[in-house]
C-alpha cells in the first residue's frame, strides 16, 4: 500500500517556507462596521431571538453567540479541539455597491470551554479579509475563501496566530460580477478533499497563481473541489443557479442546496444540473439533469418571488416556506433522537424555519421527499444561513440578522449576528468533554472511525490526513490500522469511512481497489459504488477492464450510476467497452438520470470512432442513450451515417422512432446533404409505417436529403387544415431549410391562413427576391398580431428591403410603433449610411449619450411618484408588456425566456428598473451580451448566441430561435450591448409608461384588459 504521496512532501515544504515567515497579529477591538438597514422593523435583541425559536419537544436551546461577540456570520467550521471557527463577512454590501472597500472581514474561533453551550471567549485569527465566505481549519491551519483567492494559513504552533502571509492556493474566483452567486460552501469531503459551490451570476477561471488563461478551468454555477496536497482543482458538477450548502450522507454520497428551480441536488461526479437561466459550457449535452427532490417548498401556481411582497402564503407555508435555502447538515450526530438521524436539513430564509427533506434511495440514485420541518422561528430579523453539528452532536445554527434578504437591496445591518446551539435533552446535566483529537494516538485516531457522531469521524481523518504527510513519518503504521479498521467494520458506513481515509492519506493504489472490487459482490451497493469511486479517482490503463467487468452484471442502479460517472475519467476509447455494458441494463430505461451520465460520459467519444458509437447505439437498450448517440455522429459527415441508417433498418417501433429522432436532430441547421447509403431502403419503410411520428421524421430528413417525394409530403402536411399545427409549423420549417422550389409561392399562399402566417412570414426571410418587401407590406392589413411581428422582422433582415420598410413609414402607410426598439437598433447594425441617416431622421431621439441616458433616469423617478404609480391601470400595463417585453422577459409565469425572468427581479426599486430599461447595455452579463451575424446571403441578424458547435450556430433573436449552418455564416461578432435595446421608452406616452411601470412593479399578476 501507498503510504504517502511525494506532492504530499513537496507541500509540506511549501508550507514549512511559509511558517518561517512572521507578521504581527492585530487583537484590537474590530473596525466600525456601518449599518445601512433602516430598521423598519424594531430590531429583535438576542434573547428575544433566542425566545422565539419554536423547537420540537425535549429540544433546548442556547445562544452561543451574538453581537457583539459575533457578527455576520456567513460560514462555520470545527476544528480538532471542538472549537467553532467562524467568517464574518462585513464586506457584503447593497446592490450600488456590491461589496464593500472600506470594510475588512474576518475569521474568528469562538471556545466553549466548559461545553454549557455557550462561547466564553472570542479569538480574532485573521481580520483583513476582503469577500470571506468560508473558513475550514485542517491540515495544521486553515482554509479560507477570500474571492478570488483560496488561502492557506499555516499555524503549526497552534497558537491561533498566523505563522505568516497566507499561501495563494488559487485565484480566479470571480469577485466582481457577483453578489450572493459568490464562491462558498468549504467542507472537507471524505475522500480527503476540499469542496466548494460557485453561482451562476458570472463565470471564473481558475488556477493556481501564475497560471495562464488557456489552461485555467472555468466554473459557472456547480460544485468543485481542490487536493490540498496535490493542489489539483477541478469541476465536480456543472449546473443549478445558486447552490449554498453541501454535505456528504452516512455512505460519502454528497447533496448540495439550492433555489428557486429546485432545491436539492444529488452530486455525481460529472454530472450537469438545470440551470436558472443560460447554457452549459458543452453544445452537445443535450438535455440536463433534474433536481433529486420530488417537491418544492413553495406552491409553485404562485410566482416564486411574489414571497418578497407579499409574505408566505398559507399554501407556501404548508409547502415548506418558500424558495430561497441556505446551508445544509446531513445530520449524524449522537445527540437529537433516532428518528432525526441521516435527514437533511436546511435553513429557508422566507419560511423563517429548518426544512427537513428525507432521502431514499429510488432508481439508480435518490429522491428527495419532504419531512416534517423541524425548526421555526417569529423573529422578523432572523436570516439562518449555516447549520452544523458539534463534537457534543448539538447542532449549531448561524443567523445573519437582517431585515432584507440575499439581494439587500435596503442595506446592510452590519452590527448584528447570532449562532444558537440545539440540542435534546438536559444539557445542564452533562455538558460535553473538552476535545482535542491532535493529542490522540493513530491507534485512538483510527478507532473514531468507528463513532456514531459523524463529527469524530471527520476530524480523525483530517488528523490521519495530516499525519500522513510528515516527512518524518515514513515508517509510520496509519495506513495499515486504517485497512484493519476497514475489515473489521461492521456497517457500511464504518467501511466507507475506512476507505474514505485511505484515500485522504494516499494509502488506496489502484491494485487494492481492484481487489477489493473483485471480491465485492457480496458487499452493500454503497460499499461497491464508493470502490467505484475510488477506482475512477485511480484511474490506469487497467480500469476500464475492472469497471466493465463490474457493470455487465451489476444488480444495483446506484452502484451503476457511478460507474456511468467514471466514464468521463477515462481514455475516450476505453470508454465505449463500459458505456456498453451500462446501456444493456434495461432496467435504467426511465431512470431519469442514468441515460443522461451515459451520455455525458461518451459524448467526446463519439466523434472519435462514430462507427463504433453507432454500435452501441444499435445495442443500448436505453433510448435516450440510443438517441443521443445517433444525433452527434449525424452532425458529423461520413460513411458512419449509412451506418446509422442500417440501425434504423434493423429496428421497429419506438427503437426506430428514437434512431429517426436523432437523425432529424443531428441534422437541424442543414440545407441539404447527399443521402446517407442505404436511405432509399429506409424512405420506404418509413413511409409504410402506422406511426405518424415515424413517418413525419421520414419527411423530414428527406427533405434534407433532396428528396423530391419528401418535400411534397411535407408541402401536403403544411396545407392541410387538418393536420396538427405543430406538424404544419414543423414542416414549414424544414421546407425553408431545405429551401425548396417555388418557395415564395408557397408560402405566399400560407399568408392568408392565421394558423402558420407567422411561420410563413418568418420563412420569407430566406427568400432572397426583390419582390417579398411589396409582397409582405401588401399584405400587411390583413395578417394577424404575431404575423405582422414577424413580417416587420423578416424585412428588417435585409438592406434593400429595410429601406422600402422604412420608406412605408416615411409616406404614411405603415405606422411608426410597428417596428420595436429592438428592430430599430437592429436597422442601424446593418451599417448602411443611408439606412442609418433614414432611422434618425424617423426617430430622432432614438439615440442618447451616457449623460442623456443619466438625466432621462432621473426625469422618470421624478416623474413617476408613489402617487402617481397608485393612479396606474396595471391591466393596461400588463397588455403593453406583452407588446413591448413579454416577447422576451416571463412576468408570473407569462413570457418569452430569452432574457432573464422578470419576476424574482427588483422590481419595486424604481432606480433599479429604470436603469436597466433606459439603460441595459451599462452591465449587462455575457450570457445576454447580442452578436451580429453577416449571412452569405446578404441577411444580418442580431441575437445571442446560446449554442455553437462545428456545424452550425444557434441564435435566439428578439423573436425566434435559428440554427444557422456555420458555412452560411460569413462575419460574426460579439458585442457588448445587451440584447435589449435602449429607447424601450421612448416610443411610450407618460400614461403608457406609468401603467407599464406600475405593472412591472407590482406584486401579482393582473387581468387583462
Known sequence: MIRTACAACAFMVLLAGVATQSTAHDHAADPPAPNTQAETIPFTSPEDALAALRLPEGFRA???????QIRQPISMAFDERGRLWVAECDSYSDQTENFSDHTRDRVVILTDADGDGVAETRTVFWGEGRRVTSAVPGLGGVFVLDAPRLLFFRDADRDDVPDGPPEVLLDGFNDREVRHNIVNGLKWGPDGWLYGLHGILATSHVGPPGTAAADRTPINCGVWRFHPLRLTFEVVAHGTTNPWGLDFDQH???????????????????AHFQRMYGSDFDPYLYRLLPQTADHFHWDTSEVWSDIRNTGVTPTTDLAGGGHAHCGLMIYQGDNWPAEYRNRLYTVNLHGCRINCDVLEREGCGYVGRHGPDVIFTS????????????????VYLADWSDIGECHDNDGIHRTSGRI??????????????????????DHQLVGWLASS?????RQARLQLQERSTRPQRRNWN?????????????????????????????????????????????????????????RSDAVDSGAAAVLTSLAEAEPSGLVRLHLASALQKLPFQERFFLAAALARHAEDADDPWQSLMIWYGIRDAVSTDPERAVELAAGSELPLVREFVIRRVMQKSGPARGA??????????????????????GLRGVRRTEPPQGWSALQSAGARSDDSDERQLIAELGAVFGDGRALEDLKATALSAAAV????????????????????????????????????ARGLAAVDSVSVPELLLARYPALAAEARQEAVATLCSRKPWAMRLLAAVDEGSLSRDELSPFQLRQLLLLRDADLSAAVHRLWPDLEHSQQDRTDRIAALREQLSEATLADADLPRGRQLFDNNCGKCHVLFGEGGRIGPDLTGAQRTNLTYLLENIVDPSLTVATTYRMSVVVLTDGRVLNGVVSERTEQSLKLQTATEQLVIPADEIEELQETKLSLMPDGQLDLLSEQDIRDLIGYLMSPSQTPRP
Open 420 to 441: 444558537f446551539r440545539i440540542q435534546h435533552g438536559d444539557v445542564d446535566a452533562s455538558p460535553a468533554a473538552p476535545v482535542d483529537l491532535r493529542r490522540e494516538s
Open 453 to 457: 457522531n459523524e463529527w469524530f469521524v
Open 252 to 270: 460519502g454520497q454528497m447533496f448540495m442546496i439550492n433555489t428557486v428551480i429546485g432545491h436539492l441536488w444529488h452530486v455525481v461526479p460529472g
Open 478 to 534: 496509519g495506513p495499515q490500522l486504517v485497512e484493519q479498521r476497514y475489515r473489521d467494520a461492521a456497517t457500511p458506513r464504518q467501511q466507507i469511512a475506512a476507505l474514505g481515509t485511505l484515500q485522504a492519506i494516499g494509502a488506496a493504489p489502484a491494485a487494492w481497489i481492484d481487489a477489493e472490487l473483485a471480491n465485492s459482490r457480496g458487499m452493500d451497493e454503497h460499499t461497491r459504488a464508493w470502490l467505484v469511486r475510488m
Open 62 to 68: 442556547t445562544l452561543f453567540a451574538a453581537e457583539p
Open 379 to 394: 423573529d422578523p430579523w432572523f436570516r439562518g444561513i449555516e447549520l452544523v453539528y458539534g463534537p457534543d452532536g448539538g
Open 725 to 760: 399545427a405543430a406538424d404544419r409549423r414543423s414542416s414549414i420549417r424544414s421546407l425553408v431549410e431545405a429551401r425548396a422550389a417555388d418557395l415564395e409561392a408557397f408560402l405566399t399562399a400560407l399568408l392568408d391562413d392565421d394558423i402558420v402566417a407567422a411561420e410563413a
Open 644 to 665: 446509422v441508417v442500417a440501425t434504423a433498418l434493423r429496428l421497429e417501433g419506438p427503437a426506430r422512432v428514437s434512431v429517426l429522432r436523432g437523425m432529424v436532430d
